[in-house]
C-alpha cells in the first residue's frame, strides 16, 4: 500500500510559480514511475507530467511543456512539480498518483493505481 500526500498549492498571479510536492510513504517508492495529473471544475481528471523510477525519463502534455518541470528525490520519497509561467486556464486540483512499473508513457488515469487527495491550485489574471 502506498500514500500519498500533496502540498505546496495556493493562489497566484498569471505568470507566477508555485512547487507542488507529493509526499509518500512504503518502501517501494523508488521501484515505480510517478505522475501529475489535474482536474478544473466540471471537466474531467487531465494528465499533466510522468517521472520514471529513476527520473531519468519524463513526459508533458502538450499544454505545459516548456513552464512545468517534474522532478523526484527517492531518498526522501517525494515527487515535484515546479510550475512557471502559470497561466489561468492552469487553474485546478492537482494530483499526484503512482503506477506499479518503474516506467511508463501513460498520459490515462486508469495506468496509476494509488491517488493522493490533491493540492488546489488558483492562478489569477
Known amino acids: 500500500q502506498v500514500q500519498l500526500v500533496e502540498s505546496g498549492g495556493g493562489l497566484v498571479q498569471a505568470g507566477g510559480s508555485l512547487r507542488l510536492s507529493c509526499a509518500a510513504s512504503g518502501r517501494t517508492f523508488s521501484s515505480y514511475a510517478m505522475g501529475w495529473f489535474r482536474q478544473a471544475p466540471g471537466k474531467e481528471r487531465e494528465f499533466v507530467a510522468t517521472i520514471n523510477w529513476s527520473g531519468a525519463n519524463t513526459y508533458y502534455a502538450d499544454s505545459v511543456k516548456g513552464r512545468f518541470t517534474i522532478s523526484r528525490d527517492n531518498a526522501k520519497n517525494t515527487v515535484y512539480l515546479q510550475m512557471d509561467s502559470l497561466r489561468p486556464e492552469d487553474t485546478a486540483l492537482y494530483h499526484c498518483?503512482?503506477?506499479?512499473?518503474?516506467?511508463?508513457?501513460?498520459?490515462?488515469?486508469?495506468?496509476?493505481?494509488?491517488w493522493g487527495q490533491g493540492t488546489q491550485v488558483t492562478v489569477s489574471s
Open positions: 498518483a503512482t503506477t506499479r512499473t518503474p516506467f511508463t508513457s501513460a498520459t490515462t488515469t486508469v495506468a496509476f493505481y494509488y
